[in-house]
């Protein structure tokens, strides 16, 4: 780093004031991580900005100084994206928590990148229905990751972030109308705003998922749409993995679009039922969860089409959750299933990968398969409706070997999605954790072409490099790195 | 030693390999490549005279049929990919004409009503190939339907004005046909309170999968439909007869129609036709709630100048209006349009300027992001060979 320390949070102090600024060694500890916490790194600083014009001050600050800068939300993130390696300042957007407005007439929230997304939610679900005519009718920021009790709408910007409903109601850059984002030379461009359509190409397209590396994002301007009123919500139990999978296949290929199709294996199922005592069948192979919501009207023929599907791969029953608090009851154990896992290990490795869904039911054995070719046991649960598998690799983080072979098998894994027709992360992103496998995934000039893109927004390299793409200015490498721990959970 | 080229020349190219090639005597002559599509000539600042014109290659590569997923190259018209998909009892759910292709419908951001039901180009594209201005061969997004691995350039495509490379190839989304389409025809005295009445159709129970205003000589009329089977498009529409009679009785249902999909989107197509032949074009993007008022006065104002025929799509805050318009009648329905887009926080943009306007800018006033995208044009297409000129300018 550049610049002596003291000056650097001098600079900061006097941008946002004393309480704005972390310099205490024992405090910034919080800071060294996200939830892959084999990615380890204490910042040299934390700095708290509340509106945009202290983020492009601060901004302007560091890199004139040439302190590397690293953008946070909440610090879900699974992939190491907001974490600083070999000095720099976390600019963190948790005191830019205002929700600006909330327009149910146009259909749009502004807020700080700072606010939580259940917060937007419960704030948009406060104001009731839009013009009071329809009852019951309401709106909702949709995207819906498992951890949106805690991140925030700038970082599921960043990271692009999928949930649970993403299947028919798409990802987060489908419901983010525009961003404000400050960039490295400390430029503050608005995209996009409260309109649906612009002009010229789709730079908040760009922005939404680009893991902090090309600017940080103070302001986002959130689509609002109708949520759901009528929903129909079964669980089928099956046999064997392949059995769920096809089926999945299969809804898909009918044409059908359910708002959610979550598979686990047996394996979770146990965890789950001692964990929270669900009432699922212990012994089955696998459990297969479906949502579908839209008009009442057609809702029973739509899973009675779906029920047929099942019955046709072989499912054992289908059981239907008889009213909105079981349902609820259903979804709440899902979002909690990972914090279940360590019923069953020490530790654990969540992956995340996309796989065509017709090719599920092949793509889960293989998956499995590799795991145990490394000495590993692989437990799954998952969007499948998506093809975005989550294999659980299940480890002691104090046996060097085992997270050697950790690592190793979670390389295969992602290696054989790819040669599959898949990619390597279906949600979590790149961040430092798989950096290295990009090459596997873009051809040369594609990376070369990524590489302009974030000299062209941050020809310094100042703003969270080495990050998403690899960096000639630092490299970050986790492969040595032994006592892993248990990554926070996903999906 | 290359060929040289003959400059205002129409190029076929069949691989990759061969737009490559392109680019690079291009870069090495200077001699820019355009392509503003079929139904987009007007669009932006002309091009300069001297020019290569691409044309691309027209097959289905691959269709994922399981996955609801087709690879198509870029030089494909929509009626080709329709007809592709049919066969598999699926189909683009996107409003473009027949006649465009891929490629213009990808890099113009083309959609109407359907982007109810179904989203935008930026929704439903998956991945995309293109060569860029180094000449080099891009490969971006994939065929999954969830991928955030490197930056989404994917979607920085969708109205790129075909200024940031040549795209050759895209992988999109596709939806079943439904078995029935049930069209609903309702006319309307006035668009007031047109933003309010689908901001409820949308919350409730009777939301339809497409949506459009359309009017002439201040004669307002509203086209819906539902998708699905036939029992639940018949529940639908009984249901909005329920909806309209209690929340919106300015709506009167004229027509209802059972219809199949091509019907529709025949109909769809037709609604917009005007819009190809119109000698003047404008279109406003406004705030969801303004898109009513801004339909009405720019009847208002028709009714003082000229004719002009408007539509609107209510769910999206887009509203196209144009005319057989003489020069002095679109200077004066540019100042209009840019005051009303300005009063409202909206943007106008011309798609078609009659003869004798071309002092009139086509786009809005500076944006806050023209810089970056300046910037980013520079990255991608460093000799400004793509459409050079035509929103991002080079003094920028
Ligand atoms: C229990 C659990 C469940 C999860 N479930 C899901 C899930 O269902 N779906 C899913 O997609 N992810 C999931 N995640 C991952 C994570 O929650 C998401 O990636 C989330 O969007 C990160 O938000 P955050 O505010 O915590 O960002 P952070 O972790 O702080 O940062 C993530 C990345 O975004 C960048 N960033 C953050 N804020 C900004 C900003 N304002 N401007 C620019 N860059 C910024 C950071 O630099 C970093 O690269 C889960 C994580 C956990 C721990």
């Known amino acids: ?95 830019m928590t205002r929700i ?122 959130c689509r609002l749409t109708a949520g759901p009123r009528h929903f129909r919500t079964v669980y089928a139990e099956f046999g064997c993995m392949r059995e769920a999978c096809q089926t999945v296949s299969d809804v898909v290929a009918s044409g059908v679009v359910p708002t959610s199709m979550e598979i686990m294996d047996g394996q979770m199922i146990g965890v789950i039922e001692q964990a929270f005592g669900y009432g699922f069948s212990a012994g089955a192979g696998a459990l297969l969860l479906i949502e579908i919501d839209g008009v009442e009207a057609v809702l029973d023929e739509q899973l009675e089409s779906v029920v047929r599907i099942c019955g046709a791969n072989g499912a054992e029953g289908v059981r239907h959750c008889a009213d909105a608090q079981e349902r609820a009851e259903l979804w709440r154990v899902r979002k909690r299933a990972f914090g279940a896992i360590g019923r069953i ?34 437990t799954h649960i998952f969007h499948a409706g998506d093809g975005n598998v989550h294999p659980i690799l299940l480890f002691d983080e104090d046996d060097a070997d085992d997270v050697q072979r950790v690592l190793a098998a979670s390389e295969a894994i992602l290696e054989y999605c790819v040669s599959i027709g898949g990619t390597i992360t279906g949600e979590h992103g790149v961040g430092v954790e798989k950096l290295h496998l990009m090459e596997k995934m873009f051809n040369s000039a594609t990376m070369a072409a990524f590489g302009d893109i974030k000299a062209a927004f941050d ?26 721990n248990v990554p926070g959970g996903a999906g | 030693m290359p060929k040289p080229l003959t400059e205002n020349t129409t190029v076929t190219a069949n691989q990759p390999a061969q737009i490559i090639e392109l680019v690079q005597r291009c870069t090495a002559q200077r001699t820019p490549i355009v392509d503003y599509g079929h139904a987009h000539k007007t669009l932006g600042h002309p091009p300069p005279p001297d020019h290569i014109q691409l ?149 409730s129970d009777v939301g339809p999968v497409h949506l459009a205003l359309h009017a002439q000589a201040n004669h307002w009329r509203v086209h819906l439909a539902y998708f699905g089977h036939t029992a639940g498009c018949r529940a639908q529409s009984n249901a909005l007869e329920t909806f309209l009679n209690r929340f919106a009785p300015e709506l009167k249902i004229d027509r209802t129609q059972e219809t199949t999909l091509d019907q529709d ?16 074009l404008v279109k406003l993007i406004v705030p969801l709630a303004a898109t009513g008022a801004v339909c009405r006065q720019l009847s208002q104002w028709a009714t003082t100048y000229t004719t002009l025929q408007i539509d609107a799509l209510p769910a999206h805050g887009r509203v196209f209006a144009g005319g057989d318009l003489d020069a002095d009648s679109a200077h004066k329905l540019d100042l209009h349009t840019s005051q009303l887009a300005a009063s409202v926080g909206g943007l106008r943009i011309w798609y078609a300027r009659p003869t004798g306007t071309q002092s009139i800018d086509p786009w809005p006033p500076a944006l806050t992001d023209r810089a970056t995208l300046t910037k980013l044009k520079h990255a991608m297409d460093p000799h400004n060979l793509f459409n050079p000129g035509r929103f991002i300018t080079a003094q920028q």
């Open chain 1, 1 to 95: 780093m550049a610049a002596a320390i003291e000056t650097v949070l001098n600079r900061l102090r006097e941008v946002v004031g004393d309480e704005g600024v972390l310099a205490d060694r024992n405090e910034l500890v919080a800071y060294e991580c996200d939830g892959l916490p084999i990615a380890k790194g204490v910042p040299t600083a934390v700095v708290f900005p509340t509106d945009t014009g202290q983020v492009a001050e601060c901004v302007r600050v560091l890199a004139k100084l040439g302190v590397p800068i690293v953008p946070r939300g909440s610090g879900t993130g699974l992939t190491g994206g907001c974490v600083v390696f070999g000095g720099g300042v976390i600019v963190s957007t948790s005191r």
């Open chain 1, 459 to 484: 020809p310094d390299g100042c703003i969270n490099d080495g990050k998403l793409i690899p960096s000639d200015r630092i490299r970050i490498e986790l492969k040595g790195v032994t006592g892993m």
């Open chain 2, 55 to 203: 044309i691309l290659q027209n097959n289905t590569i691959e269709h994922y049929d399981r996955d609801l997923v087709v690879r198509v190259e870029a030089g494909t018209t929509i009626a080709k990919l329709q007809a592709t998909l049919k066969k598999s009892n699926q189909f683009l759910p996107i409003d473009a004409h027949d006649d465009m292709t891929l490629g213009e419908v990808i890099t113009h951001n083309v959609f109407g009503p359907l982007r109810v039901g179904f989203g935008a180009m930026r929704d439903l594209l998956l991945g995309l190939r293109y060569i860029d201005g180094h000449s080099r061969d891009i490969h971006v997004g994939g065929r999954t339907v969830k991928n955030v691995a490197g930056y989404d350039v994917t979607r920085l495509m969708v109205g790129s004005l075909g200024e940031l490379g040549c795209i050759y190839e895209a992988t999109l989304r596709t939806s079943a046909i439904p078995q029935t389409v049930l069209s609903v025809e309702l006319s309307i005295d006035t668009p007031r309170r047109l933003d309010a009445i689908t901001t409820d159709l949308l919350v």
């Open chain 1, 100 to 221: 600006e407005s909330i327009d149910l007439a146009n259909r749009v929230a502004v807020v700080g990148a700072g606010v939580r997304n259940l917060a937007l939610n419960e704030a948009v679900a406060a104001r009731g229905t839009p013009m009071g005519a329809t009852e019951g009718g309401w709106l909702r920021f949709s995207p819906d990751p498992s951890s949106q009790s805690a991140s925030t709408i700038g970082g599921n910007a960043a990271t692009n972030a999928g949930g649970i409903n993403t299947l028919k109601y798409g990802v987060t850059t489908s419901h983010v109308l525009g961003v404000e984002v400050v960039l490295a030379d400390g430029a503050v461009v608005r995209t996009g705003g409260g309109l649906c359509d612009g002009v010229g190409a789709d730079l908040t397209g760009l922005l939404c998922g680009s893991e902090g590396t090309l600017g940080i994002i103070t302001r986002v301007w």
């Open chain 1, 345 to 378: 290990s020490r530790s654990y490795c969540t992956q995340d990968a996309c796989v065509p869904r017709s090719k599920l039911p092949e793509a889960i054995e293989a998956i499995t398969a590799i795991g145990g070719r490394y000495g590993l046991k692989v």
């Open chain 2, 265 to 280: 989107a025949q109909q769809r197509t037709r609604r917009s036709q005007w819009r190809r032949h119109t000698p003047a």
